[in-house]
């Protein structure tokens, strides 16, 4: 909780805003929404099994709603990755990549890779 705290303390004065309540009021509606990590650096989205969870929903929310998400690169997946959070480590994409198993591509279609 005390991330949050800070977090939110650190942007109402970042912004100050005549209505810092109002604000801290928005600040917790978008983290219960999970959208709070959307723009954040690595170390704030991996930070808590919330920022993580709410990361993992967002990008699923942004990129799979595309049929075309299946046949990119693994390097392609992680520069979209990058929109949302723009210092998401590479290694871990690769990291990732090496553990699944290599799926077979429809003829005409390029692999995953």
Known sequence: ?????????KIILERRDERPLDLLNEYFNTTLKGEHILLREYAFVSATQLNRKSFLQQVKKVFHSTPHYKVITALDYHQMICLVCSDFPRNL???TVKTLPIASSPPGEPEIS
């Open 1 to 9: 909780m005390s991330i949050y705290l800070q977090d939110a303390i």
């Open 93 to 95: 994409i690769i990291e």
